[in-house]
Nanobody, 120 residues
Framework: QVQLVESGGGLVQPGGSLRLSCAAS????????MGWHRQAPGKQRELVAH???????NYADSVKGRFTISRDNAKNTVYLQMNSLKPEDTAVYYCNAGVYHFSEYDPTMWGQGTQVTVSS
């Protein structure tokens, strides 16, 4: 298993950008799929994006074309670049690690979360 710590959240105006980082401790980072979920007030947690060990990516329809997930195995870090932010992107964002089961992403390890607020 790995320990995940998110950073980079904050307050940004609509149309702005933020880059979230997730630093992982452990020796098996490169063997794990990684992802980001988010949870807005009063709503259920939802998948935002995930990336395989080989670098293949998948995004929720609501963020396609605006968000980019990437990973740097040498630094044991996964990133979420968020552009053209909207108020509806406001949520706590959680980094996670997991595996694929029959092409379905299954997160099993979670970070503590970082708050992203998009408001004018």
């Amino acid at each position: 298993q790995v320990q995940l710590v998110e950073s980079g959240g904050g307050l940004v105006q609509p149309g702005g950008s933020l880059r979230l980082s997730c630093a992982a401790s452990g020796s098996i980072f490169s063997r794990l799929a990684m992802g980001w979920h988010r949870q807005a007030p009063g709503k259920q947690r939802e998948l935002v994006a995930h990336i395989s060990t080989g670098g293949s990516t998948n995004y929720a329809d609501s963020v396609k074309g605006r968000f980019t997930i990437s990973r740097d195995n040498a630094k044991n870090t996964v990133y979420l670049q968020m552009n053209s932010l909207k108020p509806e992107d406001t949520a706590v964002y959680y980094c996670n690690a997991g595996v694929y089961h029959f092409s379905e992403y299954d997160p099993t390890m979670w970070g503590q979360g970082t708050q992203v607020t998009v408001s004018s």
